[in-house]
């Protein structure tokens, strides 16, 4: 039997568990023998690396998170610990790994197989939904998900208090999140790293839509954007003559069970992670396209910056 291990790396998502789940399962059906690394690539140099069995991942598919546990690891950037990486997999014959992360760990492994002959493939996991060549990463519906709720719980008692509400998501410096949470829960605003913005420009408007009969706003800021979420609030009241608040979701994005998407994007994405191992791709990262499922090279995945399709920027609100 041949051994094949699995990591988490860098940002948790919701739909690690589900994938884990379904890899020990799914290997053993394919007569590997599974394997688990704990901490991400820390985990590998320390050798926190173990069998797994059916009972090991019983009951996790509705949890967010990841039992491995994930990390960043300084270390590995280095070819000596690197190397202490290689000796733990080589103790227990490990020579294929698959990575749930994103492309800052896919390009580590890249090295590490260049390097160390460590086969691996990339299965893109992060909530930001910023990783170039793929148009969906594990865990993005989830945070999605747990947006919608926050936005439509902050609608109700915006609605009844009559106030404007900048609710600000995470993403880094991509705006995907904030994007397609302004577009599914009907903000009036949305401002995102990627397109430049100046406030004066909604004042009109907004004006005009008080006079109308408006009795609240809500706003969706991405992290990334040039200003703090409580500015945007204070410019509500300033210029807009609205109270207002202010509400970062933060890392309650992070979290929450995976919804029925995530967990079948994660059986996918294992499925195919294990049959390209199988049938001989040794470095590859699984994308999802429009013409589905596609093995990619960590050139084409990390080389370039993830940039949001212009369609969906098209549907961006103006003033
Ligand atoms: N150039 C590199 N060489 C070796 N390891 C790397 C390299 N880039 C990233 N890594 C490893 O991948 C980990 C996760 O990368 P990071 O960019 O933080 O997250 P993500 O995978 O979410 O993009 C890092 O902490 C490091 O251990
Ligand atoms: O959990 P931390 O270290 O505070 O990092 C927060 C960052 O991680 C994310 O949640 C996810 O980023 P990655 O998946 O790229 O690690 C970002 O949206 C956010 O900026």
Not at 249 to 257: A, F, I, P, S, Y
């Amino acid at each position: 039997m041949k051994n094949i291990a699995i990591l988490c790396s860098g940002g948790d998502v919701s739909g690690m568990n589900p994938a884990i789940k379904h890899f020990v399962e799914y290997a053993l059906e394919k007569e590997l023998t599974p394997y688990f690394v704990y901490d991400g690539f820390k985990g590998l140099i320390e050798n926190k690396i173990v069998k797994a069995t059916h009972k090991d991942v019983a009951g996790i598919i509705n949890r967010g998170g990841t039992i491995l546990g994930s990390a960043r690891s300084k270390k590995f950037m280095e070819k000596k610990f690197r190397e202490v990486a290689k000796k733990n997999l080589d103790a227990l014959n490990i020579d294929m790994l698959v990575v749930l992360g994103g492309d800052g760990s896919f390009r580590g492994m890249d090295i590490f197989y260049k390097e160390q002959g460590i086969k691996f493939c990339g299965i893109p996991s992060t909530i930001d939904n910023d990783i170039n060549g793929t148009e969906y990463c594990l865990g993005v519906d989830t945070a999605l998900n747990v947006i919608k709720e926050s936005i439509d719980n902050i609608r109700d008692t915006a609605a009844s208090f009559s106030r404007a509400f900048v609710i600000e998501t995470m993403g880094r410096d991509c705006g995907y999140l904030a994007l397609v949470s302004a577009l599914t829960c009907g903000a009036e605003l949305c401002l995102i790293p990627e397109v430049e913005y100046d406030l004066k420009e909604y004042e009109k408007s907004f004006k005009k839509q008080i006079k109308n009969g408006r009795r609240y706003f809500i706003a969706v800021v991405s992290e990334g954007i040039k200003e703090e979420s409580s500015e945007i609030a204070k410019w509500f009241e300033e210029k807009i003559g609205f109270e207002s608040r202010a509400t970062i979701l933060g890392h309650t994005q992070r979290g929450g069970n995976p919804t029925i998407y995530d967990r079948l994007m994660a059986y996918k994405f294992v499925n195919h992670a294990l049959d390209g191992m199988l049938e001989g791709r040794d470095e590859s990262v699984i994308c999802y396209t429009k013409k589905g499922f596609e093995y990619k090279s960590i050139d084409e995945v990390a080389n370039k910056k993830y940039q949001l399709d212009d369609k969906l920027l098209s549907y961006l609100k103006k003033f």
